[in-house]
């Protein structure tokens, strides 16, 4: 178990929201809902100490960059002395809700995945809505929201995207459901096209 981890629990135990970091099985099974051959630019929301930051680091391009945005200011920290060498990326000590300003300040237009560890169930309905379009607005047409949450209660909130598909997965202390939420792919006049909306009814709520 991860030491630091741990302590951030105790000190702030809402925002955290878990003991122990999500298992190897768990990380591997997220990555593989992403396509890093076409992958550009990543973001990451709550990447704690950094379980699934190093593997994305590890499989994406060398071209491509990853941004991670951590609230808690020691994991912050960690994560930049972790990423140091690793030019590709950048450690933002902040909340995932500023990532349009995060993006305009680095001059990225949007993101082509966007995975999310924080505990969505615990915002206020205001906050959470108001971060799924932040998300929605930051992706690139056809791009992928990824969480992984003990409820699945996201999905009935997360009406901009296109389409949700869900999977129950049990290789985690406690299981997780992994959502990838997908934004409608543009259409020929550049414009999102107008898919409807279509949930998976591949898992349980
Ligand atoms: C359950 S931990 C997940 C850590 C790691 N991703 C994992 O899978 O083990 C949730 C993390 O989200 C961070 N967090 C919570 N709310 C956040 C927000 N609004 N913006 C950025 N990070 C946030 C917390 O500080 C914590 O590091």
Redesign the pocket.
């Known amino acids: 178990m991860s030491v630091l981890f741990f302590k ?1 629990f105790l000190k ?1 135990p809402f ?4 003991i122990i ?2 298992s190897k099985a768990l990380v591997e099974r997220v990555a593989s809902k992403i396509d890093f051959e076409q992958a550009r630019v990543i973001a990451e ?5 950094g ?2 930051s190093r593997e994305l680091a590890q499989r994406m391009r060398p071209d491509a960059q990853l941004l991670l ?4 200011p020691a ?1 912050s920290r960690d994560l930049k002395r972790q990423f140091a060498a690793d030019s590709r990326v950048q450690v933002i000590n902040a ?3 500023t990532i349009r300003r995060e993006l305009a300040q680095r001059g990225i237009e949007e993101c082509n995945y966007i995975i999310s ?3 969505f169930s615990i915002l206020e309905i205001e906050k959470k809505r108001d971060l799924l379009r932040q998300t929605h607005d930051a992706l690139v047409p056809g791009g992928a929201f990824i969480i ?1 949450q003990v409820t699945n209660e996201l999905k009935q909130h997360a009406t901009e995207f296109a389409d949700a598909d869900s999977e129950y997965f049990l290789q985690n202390i406690p299981p997780m459901f992994i959502t990838v939420f997908r934004k409608a792919a543009a259409s020929r006049n550049g414009r999102n096209g107008a898919v409807p909306q279509r949930f998976s009814s591949q898992a349980a709520r």
């Open positions: 951030r702030r925002q955290i929201a878990s970091p999500s929301y709550g990447p704690g100490e379980v699934h945005f951590e609230l808690d994991f909340n995932a809700g560890g924080i505990p992984y």
